[in-house]
C-alpha cells in the first residue's frame, strides 16, 4: 500500500515560512455551489454577471467543464482530491474516517499538498461539503473536521443564522430552514448584501485576504466557498430587479424523457412551500422559478467581484492564480427535471474560469472537454509545486497556452449509473444494463437515444470508462468515432455552411462534405474558385475542422477578400489514403479516401456548384493529417490544384513509410509503394511535362511537428521545388491557432494564385 506520510522536511516547512517560497504565486479558489453556465460570458446574454465576465475576459473560460458527479459532497471530492471518488454526499466525510484510521492510506488533499509546500491554507464558507468544514448535527463540531491536515483556518461565520446548517439553507435575516415544507423554494427581501448568508461569508473573505497579505507571510490558498444559487433561491432584491420584466428564451426540451434514464422527480426542489404550484405544468411559475435563480446567479457575482476587487487592493493580484468552479450544473426545466442528481448535460457542465499571470490569449475561451479532477494537477503546474503521482487528472496548462488545443473526455457518476461525455457523444450505462447513447452533432442530442443502432460504438464508449475508473492512474485516451462516410455538422456553425453528400460508386453508398459558399451566392451567376480542405485525424468525417469556417467567414468580410468556395471533405477510414492492405485484416474492401476525393467529389462539386472547374481556379488545402494528405495528393496530381496550402503535416511518419520494406506506417497499416511525400516529391521532379505548384507550408513554433516540416522544407529545396515557408511564432499544433494568427496570409496565398491566371 502506498504511504503518504510526510517528510521531517516538509514538517518544516509547514512551522516556518522561508524566502524559498517568495516566487510562489497565491492560489485563490472561488465555488460556486449549483451554478451551472448561466452567465453572460459563456452565451446566456439575458444574465448580468459583469464581475466573473470580467474574470473571463483576463483568463480563460472553459466551455466545456465537467463535472464528476451531480451532487455536492461527491463534487467536491473530485475538486480537492484530483480523483474519482464515490458518488455519495457523504464522500469527504468517508475519506476523513480512513485518514482516522490510516493516515498513510489516503493521500492529501489540494489544500494538504499545498500546505505541505509552504502555502497558508484557508478556506471561508462551502468548500468542502459543510460550510466551514465540519460535522456534527449542527455542522460546527470541531472535533468532526471533514478535511483533517489541509486547512490553517477553516472558518464560516454565520451570524444570525445561528450555525452552519442554518446558513446552508437560510433565508433573509436569519430564517433557518426547519421543515422544509413551510420554507420558500424562491425569496427576495430589500437589503444588503448581508440580508443572506453569501454576505457574511464574503465579509470574512475580505478580512482573511488582509491578514493574507500582510508583510512576512507565506504564499496563501484561499478557498471562498458561495452557497448561491443553491436552494433555495434567496438573494437581496436589487438582484431581482434586472429580471422582474425580462424575457426569458424558451427552456429547451421540457419534457420528460422516455424510457430508461436518470431523470427524477425534483424531490429536493419539490419539497419547499410552492404555493400548490408546480413549473412543470405552471409555464409563468416556471419563469418565475428561473429569474429568481438568475437573481441568485448575479447575487453569487457581485459576491466574486467583492473578493476579486479586495484582492486587486492588496496588490497581489499580479501573483495570484483565481480559479472559479461551479459544483455542478443544475436542470432549470429541461427533461422536466428542477434540480441536479441526473447525468444528463445540464446537471454535469459547470463553468470554470483560470486566470493567472501572463497567460496567453487572455479572455479566448476554450471548448476542450475538461473535467474536474483536472483542477489539481493545473494548480500545481501554475503554482510550480511538485505534482504528486496520485492524481487522476490532467493538466490543463496545455489549453491554457493555446485556447484551441484538444481536451480528452469526461466520467461521471451516480449510486447506479456511469457516464462518458466525449465531444461529439454521451454514453450512460445503467447497473440493470440498460444504455443511453447521445450524439451531441445532432439537434436532438440528448433527446434521442442511438444506442440501439450504435452497439458497436456503445461496447466503445462503455469500455472506456472501464478503463478510467479502473486504471485512473494511466494517461487520458482521446476517444475515437467509429469511421461513417455521412456526419452531421456540429449544431452552432457558421451560417453560410452547409452539408450535402452525393452517391458514391466507389464506397457504394453516399459520402458527405460539408461546403461553405460565398455569402452573394444564391444572389449572383458569377463563378468561383474553390479550395478542398482535408481535415486532421483519423477516421475521416466533413464534419471535421469545420470549426474554421467561422474564421474564414470573418477574415473575408473583414479584409473584402474575393469570394472562393470552400469544400469540407470526408477522408475516409485511413484520413485521405488509399489503403490496399490492412494487415491482419483480410477480405475487407479497399479503404479508397483518395479515389473518393479525385475521382468523384471534385466531378460532383464542379458538376453541382458555379465553380470555375480548372486546376488554375482550384486549391488543396489541409492541416495535421490532412497536411500530409494536402502535400500527397498535390504531387500525386499536379493537374487538378494549382494554389496548394499543407499545414502541419507528419512528415517524420512520412518518411518513415517511404523507408520501410513494406510501405507501413505500423504493424497493422501499410501503403501503396511510393505513395508518400518523400518518393512522390521525387516523382514529381522526375516528370518533365508536370506543371509548377504555388507551395506554401506553413507550421506553428511549439507545434510537435515543427521540426520534421522543416526537414521536410530543406529536403525540397534540394530536390528544386519551389516552396514558401509560412512559419507561425508560438502556436502549437493548432488550425485554429494558425488561422488566428496568420489565417489571413493563408487566405491571401490562394487569392493570388487564383488571380494571376
Not at 463563378?527 to 470549426?547: A, D, N
Amino acid at each position: 500500500m502506498q504511504s503518504f506520510r510526510l517528510s521531517p522536511m516538509v514538517c518544516v516547512f509547514l512551522l516556518c515560512a522561508t524566502p524559498l517560497f517568495a516566487d510562489r504565486p497565491n492560489v485563490l479558489l472561488i465555488c460556486v455551489d449549483d451554478l451551472r453556465p448561466e452567465l453572460n460570458c459563456f452565451g446566456k446574454n439575458y444574465i448580468q454577471s459583469p464581475n466573473i465576465d470580467a474574470l473571463a475576459a483576463g483568463g480563460r473560460a472553459f466551455h466545456q467543464h465537467y463535472v464528476q458527479s451531480p451532487t455536492c459532497g461527491a463534487s467536491r471530492y473530485a475538486l480537492l482530491t484530483g480523483m474519482y471518488g464515490s458518488s455519495s454526499n457523504g464522500a469527504i466525510f468517508d475519506r476523513a474516517k480512513k485518514l482516522a484510521a490510516d493516515s498513510s492510506s489516503v493521500p492529501p488533499s489540494l489544500p494538504a499538498w499545498f500546505r505541505q509546500h509552504g502555502y497558508r491554507t484557508v478556506s471561508v464558507g462551502k468548500v468542502s461539503h459543510h460550510p466551514g468544514g465540519r460535522g456534527g448535527p449542527d455542522w460546527d463540531d470541531e472535533a468532526i473536521p471533514e478535511m483533517p491536515n489541509s486547512w490553517d483556518r477553516h472558518l464560516m461565520p454565520v451570524g444570525p443564522w445561528q450555525h452552519p446548517r442554518g446558513s446552508m439553507h437560510g433565508l433573509a435575516n436569519g430564517e433557518i430552514r426547519k421543515n422544509v415544507k413551510d420554507m420558500d423554494v424562491f425569496q427576495s427581501v430589500a437589503g444588503n448584501d448581508s440580508t443572506y448568508p453569501d454576505g457574511l461569508t464574503v465579509e470574512e473573505s475580505l478580512h482573511q485576504l488582509d491578514q493574507l497579505t500582510a508583510d512576512g507571510e507565506p504564499p496563501f490558498f484561499l478557498a471562498v466557498g458561495i452557497i448561491r444559487p443553491h436552494l433555495p433561491f434567496g438573494a437581496p432584491a436589487k438582484y431581482m430587479e434586472p429580471y422582474r420584466d425580462a424575457t426569458l428564451p424558451p427552456i429547451p426540451h421540457p419534457r420528460k424523457p422516455d424510457g430508461k434514464t436518470t431523470w427524477h422527480s425534483s424531490g429536493e426542489f419539490m419539497k419547499y412551500n410552492r404555493w400548490g404550484r408546480n413549473p412543470n405544468d405552471d409555464d409563468a411559475f416556471a419563469t418565475e422559478v428561473r429569474k429568481h435563480y438568475a437573481a441568485c446567479v448575479t447575487y453569487a457575482d457581485a459576491q466574486v467581484g467583492r473578493v476579486l476587487k479586495r484582492l486587486d487592493e492588496t496588490g497581489e493580484s499580479e501573483n495570484t492564480i483565481v480559479v472559479l468552479w461551479g459544483d455542478h450544473g443544475w436542470n432549470l426545466g429541461e427533461h422536466a427535471i428542477w434540480g441536479k442528481h441526473c447525468l444528463f448535460e445540464e446537471s454535469l457542465r459547470s463553468p470554470l474560469i483560470i486566470r493567472y499571470p501572463g497567460i496567453k490569449s487572455a479572455g479566448k475561451k476554450s471548448n476542450a472537454l475538461v473535467e474536474t479532477i483536472d483542477v489539481f494537477p493545473t494548480l500545481c503546474d501554475l503554482a510550480n509545486v511538485p505534482k504528486p503521482d496520485f492524481l487522476h487528472g490532467t493538466s490543463l496548462k496545455p489549453m491554457l497556452n493555446d485556447p484551441a488545443a484538444k481536451g480528452f473526455s469526461a466520467i461521471g457518476y451516480q449510486s447506479k449509473t456511469q457516464t462518458i461525455r466525449t465531444p461529439t457523444h454521451r454514453l450512460i450505462r445503467h447497473q440493470t444494463g440498460e444504455v443511453e447513447l447521445y450524439d451531441h452533432r445532432t439537434k436532438d442530442a440528448e433527446t434521442k437515444n442511438i444506442a440501439a443502432s450504435e452497439a458497436d460504438y456503445v461496447d466503445y464508449l462503455s469500455a472506456m470508462i472501464d478503463a478510467r475508473l479502473k486504471t485512473p492512474l494511466e494517461k487520458k485516451q482521446r476517444p475515437q468515432l467509429p469511421f461513417r462516410w455521412v456526419n452531421p455538422l456540429p449544431p452552432n456553425h457558421a451560417d453560410q455552411l452547409v452539408h450535402a453528400t452525393f452517391p458514391s460508386k466507389i464506397a457504394g453508398e453516399d459520402v458527405g462534405y460539408s461546403i461553405l459558399l460565398p455569402k452573394d451566392y444564391d444572389s449572383s451567376a458569377k463563378r468561383y474558385p474553390v479550395v478542398y480542405y482535408l481535415h486532421g485525424g483519423r477516421p475521416g468525417s466533413e464534419s471535421k475542422s469545420v470549426t474554421l469556417a467561422d474564421k474564414i467567414v470573418e477574415l473575408r468580410e473583414q479584409h473584402h477578400l474575393d469570394p472562393v468556395i470552400y469544400v469540407f471533405v470526408n477522408g475516409g477510414p485511413v484520413s485521405h489514403y488509399n489503403v490496399p492492405d490492412r494487415i491482419g485484416i483480410p477480405g475487407k474492401p479497399d479503404a479508397r479516401g483518395a479515389d473518393v476525393f479525385i475521382q468523384e467529389l471534385i466531378p460532383h462539386i464542379d458538376s453541382t456548384y458555379r465553380t470555375i472547374a480548372s486546376r488554375t481556379h482550384r486549391g488543396l488545402e489541409g492541416f495535421s493529417q490532412g497536411g500530409r494528405g494536402t502535400m500527397r495528393l498535390s504531387l500525386r496530381y499536379p493537374e487538378l490544384f494549382s494554389s496548394v496550402a499543407a499545414g502541419g503535416g507528419g512528415y517524420e511518419t512520412e518518411k518513415k513509410i517511404s523507408e520501410s520494406p513494406d510501405s507501413a506506417e505500423s504493424e497493422s497499416l501499410r501503403f501503396a509503394r511510393g505513395d508518400n511525400t518523400w518518393d512522390l516529391a521525387k516523382a514529381y521532379v522526375a516528370k518533365t511535362d508536370a506543371p509548377a505548384i504555388n507551395l506554401m507550408i506553413y507550421v506553428g513554433t511549439k507545434g510537435f511537428n515543427y521540426e520534421n516540416n522543416l526537414a521536410y522544407m530543406e529536403y525540397l529545396k534540394l530536390l528544386g521545388i519551389e516552396h514558401r515557408a509560412l512559419i507561425v511564432p508560438d502556436v502549437t499544433h493548432s488550425a485554429t491557432g494558425i488561422y488566428e494568427k496568420q489565417g489571413l496570409e493563408i487566405m491571401r496565398f490562394h487569392q493570388a494564385n487564383f488571380s494571376r491566371r
